[in-house]
């Protein structure tokens, strides 16, 4: 049984808006905060967004920041993306991770991946 298990993504127009979902295993997921990363072809994966354990602390990357939304929903062991007015800029395999407490920027310091979904937007 993988650990993360993402939906969403997909192929969008530039000013579109999609949902990611990422529904973790763990039956102590609310002692864990999220994360949302992205890699684009060529490139490093980088930290767009996080959410405390708690939910109620969200950081978030400033290419991002009033267009993406993280949330969670604990008692379905879910945590989401909402990504509005696309870009194509945007477009990468986007990844939810997991991590014990506190959350982090660094990609290093997250234990469980999910396996990633493709979002791709068409200018």
């Known amino acids: 049984q993988l650990p993360l298990v993402q939906s969403g993504g997909g192929l969008v127009q530039t000013g579109g808006s999609l949902n990611l979902s990422c529904v973790s295993s763990?039956?102590?997921?609310?002692?864990?905060?999220m994360g949302w990363f992205r890699q684009a072809p060529g490139k490093e994966r980088e930290f767009v967004a996080s959410?405390?354990?708690?939910?109620?602390?969200?950081d978030y990357a400033d290419s991002v920041k009033g267009r993406f939304t993280i949330s969670r929903d604990n008692a379905k062991n879910t945590v989401y993306l909402q990504i509005n007015n696309l870009r194509p800029e945007d477009t990468a395999v986007y990844y939810c991770a997991e991590k014990y407490y506190r959350p982090s920027y660094s990609k290093e310091d997250y234990d469980y991946w999910g396996q990633g979904t493709q979002v791709t937007v068409s200018s």
């Open positions: 959410i405390m354990w708690s939910g109620t602390s969200t």
């Open positions: 763990k039956p102590t997921f609310s002692s864990y905060s």
